[in-house]
């Protein structure tokens, strides 16, 4: 018995060491962009685009990229739910049902959740190379699309197979279709879990810089089309950072707190909505 309760408090001890320093660094790592961003801050910095020789200290701001930054994870996520969704209802079994081609679909967008984004830019900047496209909001929209399926699809398959059976055969003894109930019954009950799916893939688009390098370039300006090429934050921090002026450093910290403070809005919005559309849920 003393040997047990050993044990269950070296894994308690272990549990609790696990979360404290996840915690921490998180803690930490918000607290040190804050400390050294938040002196460099001011409203020009939202409120403008870069002026002359803004990344050597001069006048102006990052209106450019968080607008473009907007634009990209926006349109990357829209496409990406319209494509995850059907994928993630399509691998349940009342459609394919628990065969070897669920597994491998599965299997495959496990890969592709691992492969680095580095990697999606350059196949996106291939794929533009060969049709001739140049780097445009457009090319960062569908490399960031495809960098956000399998994660939200995963993601949205995961949570919709935690919904009961039961559910489901009631919903056919109603006379409901596979159709009505997958739109009607399932995709209501796993709302709140769908939304976090969207989430969790708006954040990965919206904070990467690698695949976006080569296929929505950098600009100074505020994108009017979809075939204009477009700045981000991720690349605006990179950037203020590879510089040798002090001031354009301190600035990139800056722009880190306001990509900071966008997801950390965006994520208690969500939250907020996500007791709203909990009432649907069974309990």
């Known amino acids: 018995m003393g040997r047990r309760k050993m044990e269950e408090a070296i894994f308690k001890g ?4 696990s979360v404290a320093t996840v915690v921490g660094v998180l803690l930490t790592m918000i607290a040190m962009v804050i400390w050294r961003g938040l002196p460099a801050l001011d409203l020009s910095m939202i409120t403008q685009t870069p002026k002359g020789g803004y ?6 701001g990052i209106l450019n990229a968080i607008v473009g930054s907007l634009y990209l994870a926006i349109g990357a996520t829209v496409l990406a739910f319209a494509i995850s969704l059907p994928v993630a209802l399509f691998l349940q079994r009342e459609y394919i049902g628990r065969t070897r081609f669920a597994g491998l679909v599965r299997l495959c967008l496990d890969i592709l959740w691992g492969i680095p984004s580095i990697v999606y830019g350059a196949f996106g900047f291939i794929i533009m190379l060969y049709l001739g496209m140049r780097a445009s909001l457009l090319g960062g929209i569908v490399v960031l699309t495809l960098l956000e399926i399998p994660i939200m699809a995963r993601a949205m398959d995961e949570v919709i197979r935690t919904v009961s059976a039961d559910l489901k055969d009631a919903s056919y003894a109603l006379g409901a279709t596979r159709s009505e ?3 009607k019954v399932v995709a209501r009950q796993v709302l709140p879990g769908i939304l976090t799916a969207a989430l969790l893939a708006f ?3 919206i904070g990467d810089a690698a695949s976006i390098l080569f296929t929505a370039g950098y600009t100074d300006r505020i ?5 204009d090429p477009v700045a981000s934050l991720p690349l605006a921090i990179f950037f203020q950072l590879g510089t040798p002026f002090p001031e354009v450093r301190e600035r990139a910290y800056a722009s880190a707190v306001i990509l900071l403070v966008i997801i950390l809005l965006i994520s208690i919005a969500s939250r907020l909505l996500s ?3 909990a009432k649907h849920v069974v309990k």
Do not use: F, I
Not at 14 to 17: E, G, K, Q, R, T
Not at 223 to 227: A, E, G, Q, R, V
């Open 14 to 17: 272990l549990m609790v060491a």
């Open 55 to 60: 990344y050597l200290g001069r006048e102006g």
């Open 181 to 183: 109930t997958a739109v």
């Open 203 to 205: 954040g990965r688009g």
């Open 223 to 227: 994108p009017t089309s979809l075939l």
């Open 275 to 277: 007791r709203r559309l």
